[in-house]
């Protein structure tokens, strides 16, 4: 945590990942968070754990502590006039409302753009979608694997091309990037507020993340109108921009962008000082005219070795190139841990495990970061907050208006 937010409050009325990983952006960044979860449900990736859909280690489910570090919790049942009345007295003390609700749904509840502006005109709204704010999908539901990874061209991006089935991507892939956006997006529109005092309407789509983290390729596609031709790693343009496996079955990065400043070197280090003077690698454009017998060459030598062989004899060297990690090897990686990016939280439960913290480092300070609120944890302390009594905290619990 850091106070680059401190003092800025956050009503946040969504689930799953995508929203509320903004959310955790926003914390991480010192802002009060709350997150208004229902009492009986809660955010519905509490109950993957228990569900078996996803495994857990120690009881830690990291499918909500990941979106959801450093927050409070209120359970309220917003559909009841009680329970919005509430919601909009929280909405009434923040700078920012921050949703994933269909326009549909915003506007049965009452907490559309216009309702939430009539109780608190001053404050932020903050919209995430799957496919955008206009046009035929704008009250479709989309999580990332359909309107980031599929639509966004990201999937096709990866395709082998041969007709064999896409690669699936990863958990929350693109939810973690797009909150990053609604993130920083949230952070431009306070800069605005504080300099003009007018607010403004942040949205960012699942969609939209894909197209900018795409663009390379789509607008390439666009100016060249084909797409842009798929990944073959037998016959790379630049045989030492490449990725390459190793005798024990480990594999080695390596962006030599400017090749011939570093083909000597890298020849003697991988012990094949011949091809240094080989006429068909003598230059970039040699190599690019022999790719595949220059890439034959090059996939002989790093085989013929371990991945230890290659980190000596590649240390030092001049030129970009890493060890392609695990996940799991991350978590023990010493620049990880040096820069601080992989902080150490612990739950109520007292397990103790990391987390991934958002990216953005303010005065080289690693972030503090707390656990994830348990599902209604802050709810008497915040109503306590707005002035409630404790006989009135009771009652709204015995309505079921607020767990």
Not at 23 to 34: K, S, T, Y
Not at 185 to 204: C, F, M, P, Q
Not at 339 to 358: C, H, I, K, M, Q
Request: net charge negative.
């Amino acid at each position: 945590m850091t106070d680059i937010l401190s003092g800025i409050r956050v009503v946040e009325l969504a689930s799953w990942t995508f929203v509320p990983s903004a959310g955790a952006v926003l914390a991480d960044w010192g802002a009060d968070v709350i997150k208004i979860e229902h009492p009986e449900t809660g955010d519905p990736q509490r109950g993957l754990i228990s569900s078996g859909v996803v495994a857990s280690g120690g009881g830690v489910n990291h499918f909500i502590e990941q979106p959801n570090r450093g927050k409070r919790s209120i359970g309220i049942d917003t559909s009841g006039p009680d329970g919005l009345e509430l919601l909009m007295r929280l909405i009434e003390t923040a700078d920012v409302f921050l949703t994933n609700l269909l326009p549909d749904s915003r506007r049965r509840m009452g907490v559309d753009v216009e309702q939430v502006r009539t109780r608190n005109p001053r404050i932020i709204y903050a919209r995430g979608h799957g496919y955008g704010a206009k046009g035929d999908l704008a009250s479709q539901g989309g999580f990332d694997l359909a309107a980031y990874w599929a639509r966004g061209g990201i999937a096709d991006a990866y395709a082998v091309g041969d007709g064999s089935y896409p690669p699936v991507q990863r958990p929350a892939f693109g939810d973690v990037y797009g909150g990053l956006a609604i993130a920083g997006g949230i952070a431009a529109a306070l800069v605005k507020r504080e300099r003009t005092g007018e607010t403004s309407v942040v949205d960012v789509s699942l969609l939209s993340s894909a197209i900018w983290q795409l663009g390379m390729d789509i607008v390439g596609s666009g100016v060249t109108g084909r797409d842009i031709p798929k990944f073959n790693l037998e016959e790379m343009p630049n045989p030492v921009a490449s990725v390459y496996k190793t005798r024990d079955g480990r594999f080695i990065a390596l962006v030599l962008l400017q090749s011939d400043r570093f083909w000597s070197e890298f020849c003697t280090r991988l012990g094949r000082p011949e091809l240094i003077d080989d006429e068909r690698f003598a230059n970039a454009v040699a190599r690019f005219g022999n790719r595949k017998e220059c890439i034959a060459k090059l996939r002989a030598a790093f085989e013929s070795e371990d991945l230890s062989h290659w980190e000596k004899a590649l240390a030092g060297f001049g030129g970009v190139w890493d060890v392609v990690r695990t996940a799991h090897e991350v978590n023990n990686d010493p620049q990880a841990l040096a820069n601080g990016y992989l902080p150490r939280v612990t739950d109520t439960n007292n397990n103790e495990f990391a987390v991934a913290a958002s990216p953005v480092q303010f005065d080289e300070t690693p972030l503090r970061l707390t656990c994830a609120p348990n599902h209604g944890e802050h709810t008497d302390a915040l109503l306590t907050e707005l002035g409630f009594s404790e006989d009135e905290i009771i009652e709204f619990k015995i309505n079921s208006v607020v767990l």
